[in-house]
């Protein structure tokens, strides 16, 4: 598991923007900064059993209310994006998605408690579309606002 995580998060990295705070006059940028250089040194496995389980029960319920599945999501949203698939022949499309979020290893331990409280969102590095809980394609575009 600890490969094929390391190959998902090392294939997802990408150019962006050559700062945070963007330069460009209007969208979409042209300046942006060279590929990322970026080093797995380990992979853990962080799990909350109770995490676990209340996201297995919401996601039966919708599977219950989505028997069809989900409407497609529009691909400015998917593009880049891994899509999770069940392994169950007939389970619904509920468009879920492997995305990434960056943080510092000192919030790891109550993010695996607790989960991502959108109230913290842009403590660090700005809220442009608010108070959230911000998760990007892109390993290196979380790693960027890390």
Not at 16 to 30: G, V, Y
Not at 79 to 84: E, Y
Not at 111 to 135: I, K
Request: aromatic share 8%; proline share 5%.
């Amino acid at each position: 598991r600890g490969a094929a995580v390391r190959r998902l998060f090392l294939d997802s990295i990408t150019r962006h923007r050559a700062h945070l705070i963007s330069d460009c006059p209007s969208p979409p940028c042209t300046h942006f900064a060279p590929k990322m250089k970026l080093e797995v040194v380990s992979v853990r496995r962080l799990l909350s059993r109770g995490l676990l389980d209340m996201y297995c029960v919401k996601r039966e319920r919708i599977e219950g209310l989505r028997r069809n599945g989900c409407a497609a999501l529009p691909e400015d949203f998917t593009r880049d994006a891994v899509r999770l698939q069940s392994v169950d022949a007939g389970t619904p499309c509920l468009n879920e998605f492997l995305l990434y979020h960056g943080s510092d290893a000192d919030s790891i331990d109550e993010v695996t408690r607790g989960g991502f409280d959108p109230r913290r969102g842009g403590e660090s590095t700005g809220r442009l579309f608010g108070h959230a809980t911000y998760f990007a394609p892109h390993a290196s575009k979380a790693d960027f606002y890390t």
